[in-house]
């Protein structure tokens, strides 16, 4: 457990009288994909809107890379390198592409008032190499022809892409990628799971929400199934996948819905 | 004729310098500041009343803009952390106790009989029949700066935070941007902004009393920055220019109409109206604004 990046320990998150999140335990190891499954509803999103600062826990403990980090303001766990994407695709509408990119790059002198003017060389320097990784990353993305578009113009697909590109702008140590392949086609799909195993080889440590299971197999290193806020199982993508249990939650689900 | 002129360049200069201040919280950061003028009377007040205890005048200003842009930030601290609209219903609040304490402070503020003999910049250098184009000259040249620190900050990296926080908030937080933070800033900007188009205000009037900051200025300065549209420094001034231009030649027009001083003010508050309504039907992104800024949540 060294190398253990992430440690969640009986997280709870109540919304009135319904347990979206009902003592959640989990370990991430550093470097590593991880992926989280479990029918619709069952606490995903909120267990990253827990880990991310977003919704304060009621209970338990959320500790990165050492770290307690639950309670801590949302931007704060965001500056150690723990960064989230949103299920639903937030690009900053009136803004460029480029812009929404420069926008998760950290440490910016020039985001202090009144710097841009009184480090005016320092301040423009920073922004020229903000914004060659701004390309970098938006090549590897194939945005880089969109970087002068207003993001509100983008398809949906694009904008989840872009999501993941603004998030790798912060050079985070942990990203957690919320459903990042609803709305991209499938060749798209294809090339961002290439991208997202590439990430890891640079050392990257990433948990994904994913609903489409080939994705999620032929991404994780570990899987772990929520249903209603509880893990239900964990271990080897393949075993996880087949155990009767996690067959049974999905198809509960699907027949409730039926009816 | 001249002198004319010189009054409507005064009075647009002064208010463009109001409306930038507005623009910097709305056009750029998304706040709803529907109590601006209480920033403006608090620079005019505190210059008005510094200068005549002594404090040389550039200090005076200064310190006006320090305490409106204190109490602006203390307004943002005190409701922002509250739902949004929180923020619209306490400035409005705010700018009529300010013009309330005004009127009732009498023994600081000489109440509703206003104060006047008051020192102004350059006073004894420039002959009186010339004073106007000399202040008119020093409003140009605040303007301008006051323009390109805005351009420049809106351009910079602080300025793309807080077009970010205007956007979704919940996104600048997710890169660690403390968008509280960077609202209380802009407030705390504009206010000392709006504070320094009231020290002018007072250095043009040579008479303030707490009746100059009806809540309906704050208006005017909406009606600029929504006219030039928001988000556009550029657009802003435009429309504080064109709404002067406008209040002034229908003054000069009233001497020909028959129609009673207050049914002219009316009829020209309905023609504004109409005007608003027309650029929102037909360019509904303000003169100076970009189409693609109203692509909001499409
Ligand atoms: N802010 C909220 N307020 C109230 N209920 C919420 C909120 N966020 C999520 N929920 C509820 O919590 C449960 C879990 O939701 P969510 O975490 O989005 O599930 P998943 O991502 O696994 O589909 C759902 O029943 C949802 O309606
Ligand atoms: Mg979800």
Same mark, same amino acid.
């Given at each position: ?37 479990? @029918?619709?509803?069952?606490? #995903? ?21 050492? #770290? ?7 931007? $704060? ?12 695709? $937030? ?11 420069? /926008? ?42 969109? =970087? ?10 694009? #904008? ?53 299971? +080939? ?10 199934? /929520?249903? =209603? ?31 | ?47 008005? *009343? ?11 200003? /200064? ?17 922002? $952390? ?33 104060? %006047? ?39 910079? @990296?602080?300025?793309?935070?807080? =077009? ?10 997710? *890169? ?5 933070? %960077? #609202?209380?800033?802009?407030?705390? *900007? ?24 009806? +809540? ?39 001497? %020909?109409?028959?129609?009673? +001083? ?21 360019? @509904?992104?303000? /003169? ?11």
């Amino acid at each position: 457990m060294e190398n253990e990046i992430l440690r969640i320990e009986g997280a709870i998150k109540r919304f009135g009288g319904l347990l979206a999140v009902d003592g959640c335990s989990l370990s991430v190891q550093e470097g590593t994909i991880v992926g989280l499954i479990g @029918p619709n509803g069952a606490g #995903k999103s909120t267990l990253f809107d827990l880990i991310s600062g977003f919704v304060r826990p009621d209970a338990g403990s959320i500790i990165f890379s050492g #770290k307690q980090i639950g309670g801590l303001p949302a931007y $704060r766990i965001a500056r150690l390198g723990l960064v989230r994407t949103f299920q639903i695709p $937030r690009a900053l509408m009136r803004m460029t592409v480029l812009e929404n990119m420069m /926008l998760g790059s950290q440490n910016q002198t020039g985001e202090m008032i009144f710097r841009p003017i009184l480090s005016w060389g320092r301040v423009q320097a920073q922004e020229r190499s903000i914004e060659k990784k701004a390309e970098e990353i938006l090549k590897f993305f194939d945005l880089l022809r969109m =970087k002068d578009e207003y993001a509100g113009s983008m398809s949906g697909g694009q #904008k989840k892409m872009l999501e993941m590109a603004r998030a790798l702008m912060a050079d985070p140590r942990l990203l957690l990628l919320d459903e990042p392949f609803s709305g991209v086609n499938p060749a798209l799909s294809e090339r961002l799971i290439e991208r997202i195993k590439m990430l890891r080889e640079k050392g990257l440590t990433i948990m994904i929400i994913e609903h489409a299971i +080939p994705y999620v197999l032929a991404l994780s290193d570990e899987l772990y199934v /929520l249903n =209603k806020g509880a893990i239900l199982a964990n271990g080897r993508p393949d075993q996880v996948i087949s155990d009767p249990k996690v067959f049974e939650a999905y198809l509960g689900v699907g027949f409730d819905a039926q009816h | 004729m001249l002198d004319y002129l010189i009054s409507i360049m005064l009075t647009a200069g002064i208010y463009a310098i109001f409306a930038l201040g507005l623009n910097l919280q709305w056009g750029y950061s998304g706040l709803l500041n529907f109590g601006h003028v209480a920033f403006m009377a608090i620079g005019a007040y505190a210059t008005v *009343l510094l200068g005549m205890n002594g404090v040389p005048l550039i200090f005076a200003v /200064l310190a006006g803009m320090v305490l409106a842009g204190a109490c602006g930030a203390f307004l943002g601290v005190a409701t922002l $952390r509250l739902r949004e609209d929180y923020l619209a219903i306490v400035t409005i609040g705010f700018s009529e106790i300010i013009r309330f304490l005004l009127l009732n402070w009498s023994s600081l503020t000489r109440g509703s009989f206003g104060l %006047y003999g008051y020192p102004r910049p350059l006073e004894g250098l420039v002959a009186h029949e010339d004073y106007n184009i000399v202040l008119a000259g020093i409003v140009i040249i605040v303007l301008l700066l006051v323009y390109a620190l805005l351009e420049v900050l809106a351009k910079s @990296p602080w300025g793309r935070v807080l =077009k970010s926080v205007r956007d979704d908030e919940a996104v600048s937080i997710s *890169l660690g941007k403390n968008a509280f933070s %960077y #609202k209380v800033q802009a407030l705390a *900007l504009g206010s000392a902004i709006a504070a320094l188009s009231g020290s002018l205000l007072a250095f043009y009037l040579q008479y303030i009393n707490p009746n100059n900051f009806q +809540p309906i200025e704050t208006f005017y300065a909406w009606i600029m920055v929504i006219m030039g549209g928001s988000g556009s420094n550029r657009g802003t001034i435009v429309g504080a220019i064109l709404l002067w231009g406008f209040f002034s030649t229908t003054r000069f027009l009233e001497g %020909y109409i028959s129609f009673s +001083p207050s049914a002219s003010s009316a009829a020209r508050m309905v023609i504004i109206g109409v005007i608003l309504i027309g650029l929102m039907m037909f360019r @509904p992104q303000g /003169l100076f604004g970009r189409k693609e800024d109203l692509a909001v949540g499409k």
